[in-house]
């Protein structure tokens, strides 16, 4: 929130929530750096290149635009399990590289058939295919890299310093892929993601964590290996705890700002420009607690501090819902932004941090499969519900479901009393060969 992880914006503020000192690791390892700077990099050619994907089904109409977003999400979606597995199996770097290579191939490919035969929409579909079916496999090894990459102590800085720059990566990505598309069309966007898988892959070549195949897994189908990592997340108490809450998240504050506020605009009748400047604070609050947590470290109890981040979620989405300005409305996306930002930067190391080395891409698919189903599903119950009762009511209930969900978390004994890190050791990482 997302995996792919996840109040005052003061220097103080994380502290007070959590009630007790934040865990701090000291300085992040360089290697973790670097993978961190590929990955942005790749992140912000992906963005690019999905914009421009989008702009050009929406030349053939809204079906087709709807028929590629779906081309993407759907083998996502289906093969994410089996993704995590054969990370787990094979390793998450070696997947990576794969992974990397296969995009910089569909890419350029892309690219070549779209300047001799520009954009009909079996390219676009076929692209989107291709694309969901890679992240299927990527996402998850790529989500367990920072628990491979630095100690469990560690995770909260890491992963919030990864969030801070993913939300930099979106806000600037929609205004770079708008100038790219205009100035060199899908073609050019497709080679500049491209290039920007190229970095990633020079990160991942030039780190190697070392990690080594179970020769238990390797005996086992990969249908027993997905069942297997099912079976551990159900068992752990504070894996089944954690996912409960992600999947709440996920259906009642991440369509809030993508599909909620818009609706609400206009039946406020403020044009796009001001839907745009409240959907954009959230992320301010978001990047504002990602830092904080980066530069401070987590609170000590992530999993009550989590919690805490969803009843402040489910207040700011209250107060968007009875916003009667636009400068009210910003507020409360604002705060959502904070709530979320505490959610993701405390559920996101929790979950990494208690997962089994031997189970981290196959428990990162099934955390990114929890979103995605949520949000598909929500998306389309809510959508229906505010064009029955209008967007205010359906704000609303998004507020009673945040806030309902974080107190039930406070009242699980096993989230609620959660450490900030497991002693569980991490691979050391050595040059690679």
Same mark, same amino acid.
């Given at each position: 929130?997302?995996?792919?992880?996840?109040?005052?914006?003061?220097?103080?503020?994380?502290?007070?929530?959590?009630?007790?000192?934040?865990?701090?690791?000291?300085?992040?390892?360089?290697?973790?750096?670097?993978?961190?700077?590929?990955?942005?990099?790749?992140?912000?050619?992906?963005?690019?290149?999905?914009?421009?994907?989008?702009?050009?089904?929406?030349?053939?109409? +809204? !079906?087709?635009?709807?028929?590629?977003?779906? %081309?993407?999400? #759907? @083998? =996502?979606? *289906?093969? $994410?399990?089996?993704? &995590?597995?054969?990370?787990?199996?094979?390793?998450?770097?070696?997947?990576?590289?794969?992974?990397?290579?296969?995009?910089?191939?569909?890419?350029?490919?892309?690219?070549?058939?779209?300047?001799?035969?520009?954009?009909?929409?079996?390219?676009?579909?076929?692209?989107?295919?291709?694309?969901?079916?890679?992240?299927?496999?990527?996402?998850?090894?790529? +989500? !367990?890299?920072?628990?491979?990459?630095?100690? %469990?102590?560690? #995770? @909260? =800085?890491? *992963?919030? $310093?990864?969030?801070? &720059?993913?939300?930099?990566?979106?806000?600037?990505?929609?205004?770079?892929?708008?100038?790219?598309?205009?100035?060199?069309?899908?073609?050019?966007?497709?080679?500049?993601?491209?290039?920007?898988?190229?970095?990633?892959?020079?990160?991942?070549?030039?780190?190697?964590?070392?990690?080594?195949?179970?020769?238990?897994?390797?005996?086992?189908?990969?249908?027993?290996?997905?069942?297997?990592?099912?079976?551990? %997340?159900?068992?752990? @108490?504070?894996?089944?705890?954690?996912?409960?809450?992600?999947?709440?998240?996920?259906?009642?504050?991440?369509?809030?700002?993508?599909?909620?506020?818009?609706?609400?605009?206009?039946?406020?009748?403020?044009?796009?420009?001001?839907?745009?400047?409240?959907?954009?604070?959230?992320?301010?609050?978001?990047?504002?607690?990602?830092?904080?947590?980066?530069?401070?470290?987590?609170?000590?109890?992530?999993?009550?501090?989590?919690?805490?981040?969803?009843?402040?979620?489910?207040?700011?989405?209250?107060?968007?819902?009875?916003?009667?300005?636009?400068?009210?409305?910003?507020?409360?996306?604002?705060?959502?932004?904070?709530?979320?930002?505490?959610?993701?930067?405390?559920?996101?190391?929790?979950?990494?941090?208690?997962?089994?080395?031997?189970?981290?891409?196959?428990?990162?698919?099934?955390?990114?499969?929890?979103?995605?189903?949520?949000?598909?599903?929500?998306?389309?119950?809510?959508?229906?519900?505010?064009?029955?009762?209008?967007?205010?009511?359906?704000?609303?209930?998004?507020?009673?479901?945040?806030?309902?969900?974080?107190?039930?978390?406070?009242?699980?004994?096993?989230?609620?009393?959660?450490?900030?890190?497991?002693?569980?050791?991490?691979?050391?990482?050595?040059?690679?060969?």
């Amino acid at each position: 929130m997302n995996s792919s992880g996840a109040v005052s914006v003061s220097p103080y503020g994380l502290a007070m929530i959590s009630c007790e000192a934040p865990v701090s690791g000291g300085r992040l390892p360089r290697h973790y750096i670097v993978w961190l700077g590929g990955v942005l990099a790749s992140m912000l050619g992906d963005t690019v290149l999905y914009f421009a994907l989008g702009w050009a089904a929406s030349a053939h109409g +809204g !079906s087709v635009a709807a028929l590629v977003l779906t %081309a993407i999400n #759907l @083998p =996502r979606v *289906l093969l $994410l399990l089996v993704g &995590g597995a054969v990370g787990d199996r094979f390793g998450a770097r070696k997947i990576m590289l794969i992974g990397d290579g296969v995009m910089i191939a569909v890419t350029v490919l892309l690219a070549l058939v779209a300047f001799r035969w520009e954009t009909p929409t079996w390219l676009l579909i076929g692209a989107g295919l291709l694309i969901g079916a890679v992240d299927a496999f990527y996402l998850p090894a790529s +989500g !367990s890299m920072p628990r491979r990459l630095v100690g %469990a102590q560690k #995770l @909260p =800085r890491a *992963l919030a $310093l990864r969030q801070t &720059g993913g939300q930099v990566v979106a806000l600037a990505g929609g205004s770079l892929g708008g100038l790219v598309v205009a100035a060199v069309g899908l073609p050019g966007a497709a080679l500049f993601d491209a290039a920007t898988f190229g970095i990633v892959l020079w990160a991942m070549a030039s780190i190697r964590p070392a990690q080594k195949a179970s020769e238990a897994a390797a005996r086992k189908g990969t249908v027993r290996e997905v069942a297997d990592g099912l079976r551990i %997340a159900w068992r752990d @108490p504070v894996l089944r705890a954690a996912l409960v809450l992600v999947s709440a998240a996920a259906g009642s504050l991440l369509p809030v700002i993508s599909l909620l506020v818009p609706l609400l605009a206009r039946h406020h009748g403020w044009g796009p420009g001001t839907a745009g400047v409240v959907a954009a604070a959230q992320s301010l609050g978001v990047i504002g607690i990602a830092a904080l947590v980066a530069g401070r470290g987590g609170g000590a109890r992530p999993g009550r501090t989590a919690a805490l981040g969803l009843i402040i979620g489910g207040c700011g989405t209250a107060l968007l819902a009875l916003a009667p300005s636009p400068a009210v409305a910003a507020g409360g996306s604002v705060i959502i932004g904070i709530g979320s930002g505490v959610f993701s930067a405390h559920i996101a190391p929790l979950v990494l941090a208690t997962t089994p080395d031997s189970h981290l891409s196959r428990l990162q698919a099934l955390l990114t499969l929890v979103q995605s189903t949520a949000l598909l599903a929500m998306n389309n119950a809510l959508g229906n519900v505010a064009a029955a009762a209008g967007p205010a009511l359906t704000l609303g209930l998004c507020a009673g479901a945040a806030t309902f969900t974080g107190l039930v978390g406070l009242c699980s004994a096993h989230l609620r009393r959660a450490p900030a890190h497991v002693a569980a050791p991490v691979p050391e990482l050595r040059p690679a060969q």
